[in-house]
Structures are given as C-alpha cells and as structure tokens.
C-alpha cells in the first residue's frame, strides 16, 4: 500500500536547523512538497520539487532558509530548514502526486503524510 512516513521534526532553538524526511512506499511519485499548518492557521505549501529534482515553488516566507530535495533513489523527499525561527513553528505534511501537477494547487496531491511537529523556541 502506499505511505508516507515523515521523520525529524522536534524542537529547536530559533538560528537552529532540522532537516525533515519523508519516506514513500508502494509506488513512485511525481510532484512531491511540503506543506505546514500552525495553530489557528490554514494549510500552507512551503516548497515543491518535480520528479527530476527541479523546484517547483518556495514560499517567500522561507526562501534562502528552507530547501527542498529528492534522492529517486531511495523514493525520499527531504526539507532542510537553517536559521529557523518562533513563525516556523508548525506540523509539517508531506504530500505526493503520482502524476505531473500544478504544485501550488493544494488539492491535486493524491497522498499526504501523518505530519511531523516542528517548534521553534524563542
């Protein structure tokens, strides 16, 4: 069956780094992003990457902070995040297409991940 299994949220001091994984099974994907939801707050995509590796989208609010990757062969979407600060504090999702999509259209994403916490203390 098919999963995403996301790792590497916990809590961090802002100007800290994490680095999220999300790990896919039962079949590969196209477009895979990132997407975060803070309390209070509506889902939001934070970065996109296509099936090659090219970026998709980066949400200003991250850009030069946050970078998306994907290693095709262990069918794994990474999120980097440096210099994190108190705003970043939220779940983050990890969602897949199996087809080429329009990345910043929320509901074309077949599959999403259980979300993983990230908080930033101040």
């Known amino acids: 069956q098919v999963q995403l299994v996301e790792s590497g949220g916990g809590l961090v001091q802002a100007g800290g780094s994490l680095r999220l994984s999300c790990a896919a099974s039962?079949?590969?994907?196209?477009?895979m992003g990132w997407f975060r939801q803070a309390p209070g707050k509506e889902r939001e995509l934070v970065a996109a990457i296509g099936s090659s590796g090219g970026n998709l989208y980066s949400a200003d609010s991250v850009k030069g902070r946050f970078t998306i990757s994907r290693d095709n062969t262990k069918n794994t979407v990474y999120l980097q995040m440096n210099s994190l600060k108190p705003e970043d504090t939220a779940v983050y999702y990890c969602a897949a297409s199996s087809w080429p999509i329009f990345a910043r259209v929320r509901t074309a994403y077949d599959y999403w991940g259980q979300g993983t916490q990230v908080t930033v203390s101040s």
């Open positions: 039962g079949r590969t994907f196209s477009t």
